[in-house]
């Protein structure tokens, strides 16, 4: 099993930053390929950005590529996502996620609120 932990989540004003954070244990990190998901109220839940085992990078959301920074520390079993220029549509719930060698993100953090005001 995996548990993954967020942080870093809150309020800010239109054009500031946040940076999340998510902790992982159960499993050797570095095995591990990492995504932050988002839902947004009324909304169905979207992937956000990847990183993979070997550091590949992908952002499957339009709106955050450009914006949006996914990284990983393997030393610290923490994955990150930095977001600049939050804008009141960036609101939701962002999710970590983990998978092993599976298809689909198979463990799940409890969330992370990120609420930009305009």
């Known amino acids: 099993q995996v548990q993954l932990v967020e942080s870093g989540g809150g309020l800010v004003q239109a054009g500031g930053s946040l940076r999340l954070a998510c902790v992982a244990s159960?499993?050797?990190?570095?095995?591990?390929?990492m995504a932050w998901f988002r839902q947004a109220p009324g909304k169905e839940r979207e992937f956000v950005a990847g990183?993979?085992?070997?550091?590949?990078?992908?952002y499957d959301n339009v709106s955050a590529r450009g914006r949006f920074t996914i990284s990983r520390d393997n030393a610290k079993n923490t994955v990150y996502l930095q977001m600049n220029s939050l804008k009141p549509e960036d609101t939701a719930v962002y999710y970590c996620?983990?998978?092993?060698?599976?298809?689909?993100?198979?463990?799940w953090g409890q969330g992370t609120q990120v609420t930009v005001s305009s």
């Open positions: 996620a983990a998978k092993s060698y599976s298809i689909h993100y198979a463990y």
């Open positions: 159960g499993r050797t990190f570095s095995t591990l390929s």
């Open positions: 990183i993979s085992r070997g550091q590949d990078t992908t």
